[in-house]
T-cell receptor
Framework: AQSVSQHNHHVILSEAASLELGCNYS??????LFWYVQYPGQHLQLLLK??????LVKGIKGFEAEFIKSKFSFNLRKPSVQWSDTAEYFC????????????FGAGTRLFVKA | GAVVSQHPSRVICKSGTSVKIECRSL??????MFWYRQFPKQSLMLMAT?????????EQGVEKDKFLINHASLTLSTLTVTSAHPEDSSFYIC????????????FGQGTRLTVV
C-alpha cells in the first residue's frame, strides 16, 4: 500500500530564510507526486506536480521540488520564504495513470516570522 | 478552468438526521471523484473513491452504510452522512479528477459539518 511521510510537523522560519520540507513515499511502482498548500481558511491548492521527465519541478510562487527515485523522496524547497508563505503544506502521491486514490502526508505547518 | 464546487460550505444538523453534501465539477467532466475527511490539525484521510455510474470504493474502516456516495453524472457526486452523530463533525473535502488530465485532482472548498 502507498504511504507518505512528512518529516516536519511544524517549521518556524524568519523571512528570507531558505525552506526545505521533506517528503518520502513508499510504493514500488510508478508514482505521481504532488505538493499542495492550504492557506489559513482556504482550500487546498496545487503548488506543483511531478508525473515524469525532469526530476526538478518548478511550481508556483517560487517553489520547487526534486524527485529522487533512489531515495523515494520529493522534497519541497524555496530559496527565500515570505510571511505570506505561512500555511500548511501537504505532500501527496498517487499511482497509475488516473482513477487512483491520492494519499496525503500528515502535513507540515509553516510559520514565517515577519 | 478545472473548478470544483462543494455545497454547502457549512452545515449544522441535529443528531440522528442526515446531511447531503454535493460536489460539482463546474467546467470539466470528472470520471472519478474522491471524498476526504480532515480532522482539526490533521491531514486529509481518504474515505472513498467514486466512479461515475458505479459503486464507490470505500477505504478500510469507513462505514459505507453511514456515508452514502452517489456519482450519478460526470459532474456531480454526493456524500450523504446518515443518522449523524457528534463524532461525525468534521471537515469533508471532495476532489475530482478531470478526464484527460492524467492523475491530477482538483479540490472543492470543503464542507464543515457540525452535528449537535
Amino acid at each position: 500500500a502507498q504511504s507518505v511521510s512528512q518529516h516536519n510537523h511544524h517549521v518556524i522560519l524568519s523571512e528570507a530564510a531558505s525552506l526545505e520540507l521533506g517528503c518520502n513515499y513508499s510504493y514500488g511502482g510508478t508514482v505521481n507526486l504532488f505538493w499542495y498548500v492550504q492557506y489559513p481558511g482556504q482550500h487546498l491548492q496545487l503548488l506543483l506536480k511531478y508525473f515524469s521527465g525532469d526530476p526538478l519541478v518548478k511550481g508556483i510562487k517560487g517553489f520547487e521540488a526534486e524527485f529522487i527515485k533512489s531515495k523515494f523522496s520529493f522534497n519541497l524547497r524555496k530559496p527565500s520564504v515570505q510571511w505570506s508563505d505561512t500555511a500548511e503544506y501537504f505532500c501527496a502521491v498517487n499511482a497509475g495513470t488516473g482513477g487512483f486514490k491520492t494519499i496525503f502526508g500528515a502535513g507540515t505547518r509553516l510559520f514565517v516570522k515577519a | 478552468g478545472a473548478v470544483v464546487s462543494q455545497h454547502p460550505s457549512r452545515v449544522i444538523c441535529k443528531s440522528g438526521t442526515s446531511v447531503k453534501i454535493e460536489c460539482r465539477s463546474l467546467d470539466f467532466q470528472a470520471t472519478t471523484m474522491f471524498w476526504y475527511r480532515q480532522f482539526p490539525k490533521q491531514s486529509l484521510m481518504l474515505m472513498a473513491t467514486s466512479n461515475e455510474g458505479s459503486k464507490a470504493t470505500y477505504e478500510q474502516g469507513v462505514e459505507k452504510d453511514k456515508f452514502l456516495i452517489n456519482h450519478a453524472s460526470l459532474t456531480l457526486s454526493t456524500l450523504t452522512v446518515t443518522s449523524a452523530h457528534p463524532e461525525d463533525s468534521s471537515f469533508y473535502i471532495c476532489s475530482a479528477e478531470a478526464f484527460g488530465k492524467k492523475a491530477e485532482a482538483f479540490f472543492g472548498q470543503g464542507t464543515r459539518l457540525t452535528v449537535v
